[in-house]
C-alpha cells in the first residue's frame, strides 16, 4: 500500500487530499468487511449521518463557487447555518473518539505508535477549519459581500477534504483495528461510555 496525493480543484482553490491505494493496480482500498460490535458500529453510523450534512454543505459551496450575485449572499446563509448544525454534531461524535476510543486504542498501541495522534492531529485540523468558518463568517457579519463570501467558503471545502480522508482512514484502519484488540470488556466499556 502506498500513499498518494489527489488533488481538487474548487474554484480557484487546489484541496490536496491523502489517499490510501493498493500497490498492485492503484485502486482504492476497498472498505474493510469486519462486522463490528455496538459501539464502533455506532462511530460508523455517525460517520453515515455525518456524511449525509457534508454532502449538502459541499452542494452548496459548489453553487457558492459557480454562482455570482445576491444569490452567492442567499447561498451563503444557508451554508453557515448548515455548518454550524453541523459543527455541534461532529464536535459530539469527536468527543465519543477523543474520549472513549482513543486512549483504549493507544492503550493497545504502546507509545512509541503514532496512529492515534494522527487521528487527533486530524480532528483538530478539521475543528480548525470549521472556527476559521464560523469565526470570519461572524466577523463579517450582516453586511457580508459576494467576495467575502467567496473566500470564507474555502473554509468549508477544507474542513470537508480533511474529514473526508479521515474517515476514510478510521473506516478502513481504525474501526477494523479496534474490533480485533479491544477485548470484549473494553467494548462493553465503550458502548457504557457512548450511552452517557
Known amino acids: 500500500m502506498i500513499d498518494t496525493f489527489v488533488v481538487f480543484f474548487i474554484g480557484r482553490v487546489a484541496i490536496m487530499v491523502d489517499w490510501c491505494w493498493q500497490e498492485e493496480g492503484g485502486f482504492p482500498m ?47 446563509e444557508e451554508l453557515y447555518n448548515r455548518v454550524s448544525a453541523f459543527n455541534f454534531k461532529l464536535k459530539t461524535h469527536s468527543k465519543r473518539e477523543e474520549e472513549g476510543l482513543f486512549p483504549m486504542i493507544a492503550r493497545h498501541l504502546g507509545e512509541n505508535d503514532r496512529t492515534i495522534e494522527e487521528m487527533e492531529s486530524e480532528h483538530e485540523k478539521a475543528d480548525q477549519h470549521l472556527e476559521d468558518f464560523l469565526t ?24 470537508l477534504a480533511t474529514l473526508t480522508q479521515h474517515f476514510a482512514k478510521e473506516e478502513k484502519v481504525l474501526f477494523p483495528l479496534a474490533e480485533n484488540i479491544l477485548s470484549v470488556n473494553e467494548k462493553q466499556d465503550l458502548e457504557r461510555l457512548f450511552q452517557v
Open 30 to 76: 476497498e472498505a474493510s468487511n469486519i462486522l463490528l460490535s455496538a459501539p464502533l458500529q455506532k462511530l460508523l453510523d455517525e460517520h453515515m449521518l455525518l456524511r449525509a450534512d457534508m454532502d449538502l454543505i459541499y452542494e452548496i459551496t459548489e453553487d457558492i463557487e459557480y454562482d455570482s450575485g445576491p444569490a452567492v449572499v442567499q447561498l451563503f
Open 136 to 159: 470570519e463568517t461572524k466577523q463579517a457579519g450582516l453586511t457580508i459581500d459576494v467576495n467575502a463570501a467567496e473566500w470564507i467558503n474555502v473554509y468549508a471545502v477544507q474542513a
